[in-house]
Every structure is written in C-alpha cells, then in structure tokens.
C-alpha cells in the first residue's frame, strides 16, 4: 500500500525515493501522531539458522527513514501472526497499551 505520494519527490531525489515510503498500516492518531504498524516478512529461508541479511538490512534502513521522519514504527514478526487465536492475543495486548502510549481515549 502506498501512502504517500509527492510528485516532487521523483523530479529532485529519483525514482528510488519512494521505495521506502512503502508501509503496511498507518494510524494518523490525534495531535498529529503517526504510527506505522508493520509485518516482517519471513527472514529465515530454510534451513531457518540462515538469516537473511540483506532483507534486514533495508528493514533496518526503512526503519530510521521513517522514524526520521516523525513516524512511531511497531513492527510484529512474521511467526506471531501465524495462529489466529495467538494474533487476536497480541493485538488484544497491544493496541491499548499502544493507545494509552499515546493518550487516545475509546
């Protein structure tokens, strides 16, 4: 999902200036706070000892673009959401302590 587009951006940095602006959800909460809910791909190829460091290395990097750019990014591994009941869990968990963090009231 793209959720950004500035039709300067392609004309002054490139066309590879929005590659990172990709995200998987964005919550725009009150006072201006944006935070980036984000699922990992599988890093592991089998066999799963052998990591893939260059997939994480551009997560890392998209990571620091968008917190420099004023965005709160949580991110969930891929092995947490593959049971149903164990994702409705953590986001059970998750989204009022998320929600508290930043003071939205229900």
Same mark, same amino acid.
């Given at each position: 999902?793209? !959720?950004?587009?500035?039709? *300067?951006? $392609?004309? @002054?940095?490139? +066309?590879?200036?929005?590659? #990172? ?7 725009? !909460?009150?006072?201006?706070? *944006?935070? $980036?809910? @984000?699922?990992? +791909?599988?890093?592991?190829? #089998?066999?799963r000892h052998t990591l893939d460091t260059g997939k994480y ?50």
């Amino acid at each position: 999902m793209w !959720l950004h587009w500035d039709h *300067r951006t $392609v004309k @002054e940095r490139g +066309p590879e200036a929005l590659l #990172r602006s990709r995200m998987d959800f964005l919550l725009l !909460l009150p006072h201006g706070q *944006r935070v $980036v809910l @984000e699922v990992d +791909p599988a890093l592991h190829p #089998r066999p799963r000892h052998t990591l893939d460091t260059g997939k994480y290395a551009d997560i890392v990097a998209a990571d620091r673009d968008l917190k420099l750019r004023g965005y709160d990014v949580f991110r969930f591994g891929h092995d947490e959401l593959q049971h149903l009941d164990a994702t409705q869990a953590l986001l059970r968990q998750f989204l009022p302590d998320m929600f508290r963090r930043f003071k939205v009231s229900h």
